[in-house]
C-alpha cells in the first residue's frame, strides 16, 4: 500500500463530491446519501475491492467505503450464515465506528454550546 | 368586455414573468459563480491528506501489535472523535468552508453532520432536542447505506 495511491484515491474522491456540489444542486446531505450508496453498489459489483487493495485508507475513510463496510460485511455473512447474514452482517461490521459516532457525538453536543462561524 | 379584462390580465401577467427573469439575471451578474478549479483542488489536498494520515496511524497501531481490521477501526472511531471534538470547539464549519468536499466526503463530514444539528437543538431538551437531532443527516445516510448492504446481501444470497 502506497501513501501516493492512498492520496490520489482518497483526494480524488473528495474532488468528485466537490464537483457535484458546486456544479449542480445537490447538497452535502445528498451528496453523502448518494457516495454511501454507490459504495455499497460499486462493491457487490466488485469494483471497490480492487481500490481499497490499491489504495487502503484512501477507498475506506472516504463515505463510499462507509458503503463498502456495510455491503462487505453483508456479504462476508450471506456467505457464511446464509439468508440472516445479509441483515446481521453489514452492521455488525461497521458497528464500532457508528456506536462511537453516536456516543461521541451525543456527549460532545451535551457538552458544548454552537458557536457562529469565524 | 370580459375579453378585455382577460387580456389585460394576461399582459400583466406576462410582463410579470418578464421582470422575474429580469430579476433572475440580475441576481446572477452577483452571484460569484463557484471557483470550480480552486475548490476542487482544496478538496483534493485536505481529503487527501485525511487519508493519509489514517493510513500512517493505522501502520504506527499495525505496527504496536494490533490486527489489521482491528487497526481500521481504531483508525475510523479516532477520526470521527476528532472531528466531533473539533465541531464541538466549533473550528469544523471554519475548516470546511476552506475545504469544502474535503472533509465532508471522508468519515469526519458524517461526525460532523451528527453533532452540529445535536448541538443547534440543544434547547429542545436531550431527548427530543440532542437525541433526536443527532439522526437529522446522519439517519439518512444510515438509512441508505443499511437497506442497500441488505438489499446487496439478499441478491447475493439468492444468486
Known amino acids: 500500500m ?18 457535484l456540489m458546486d456544479a449542480t444542486k445537490l447538497t452535502a446531505p445528498r451528496v453523502l446519501v448518494l457516495f454511501v450508496v454507490l459504495g455499497g453498489v460499486l462493491t457487490g459489483l466488485g469494483l471497490y475491492q480492487p481500490i481499497v487493495e490499491l489504495a487502503g485508507t484512501g477507498a475506506t475513510v472516504p463515505l463510499p467505503g462507509f458503503g463498502y463496510s456495510l455491503t462487505k460485511g ?45 | 368586455m370580459g375579453n378585455a379584462s382577460k387580456d389585460a390580465k394576461e399582459q400583466k401577467k406576462n410582463e410579470q414573468k418578464q421582470q422575474a427573469k429580469a430579476y433572475e439575471k440580475y441576481v446572477k451578474k452577483f452571484t460569484p459563480s463557484p471557483k470550480y478549479f480552486s475548490n476542487s483542488v482544496k478538496a483534493f489536498v485536505v481529503g487527501g491528506s485525511i487519508c493519509v494520515a489514517a493510513s500512517y496511524t493505522q501502520e504506527m497501531l499495525m505496527a504496536r501489535g494490533f490486527e489489521k481490521t482491528e487497526a481500521g477501526s481504531i483508525v475510523t472511531v479516532l477520526l470521527i472523535c476528532t472531528a466531533q471534538l473539533i465541531t464541538g470547539f466549533g473550528w469544523f464549519d471554519t475548516i470546511a468552508k476552506f475545504a469544502g468536499a474535503g472533509v465532508i466526503v471522508p468519515i469526519t463530514g458524517f461526525a460532523n453532520s451528527m453533532v452540529a444539528p445535536a448541538m443547534e437543538f440543544k434547547k429542545e431538551g436531550p431527548v427530543l432536542g440532542s437525541g433526536a437531532k443527532l439522526f437529522t443527516l446522519a439517519g439518512p445516510v444510515l438509512v441508505c447505506g443499511i437497506s442497500a448492504s441488505v438489499i446487496i446481501g439478499i441478491i447475493i444470497y439468492l444468486l
Not at chain 1, 2 to 19: A, K, L, M, N
Not at chain 1, 91 to 114: E, H, M, Q, R, S
Open chain 1, 2 to 19: 502506497d501513501y501516493v495511491w492512498t492520496f490520489i484515491i482518497g483526494g480524488g474522491i473528495c474532488v468528485i463530491g466537490q464537483i
Open chain 1, 74 to 118: 453483508a456479504m462476508n455473512a450471506v456467505s457464511k450464515e446464509g439468508l440472516m447474514g445479509a441483515l446481521t452482517g453489514g452492521i455488525k461490521d461497521t458497528a464500532a465506528g457508528v456506536a462511537a459516532a453516536i456516543v461521541f457525538g451525543y456527549i460532545v453536543a451535551l457538552c458544548f454550546n454552537p458557536k457562529s462561524i469565524r
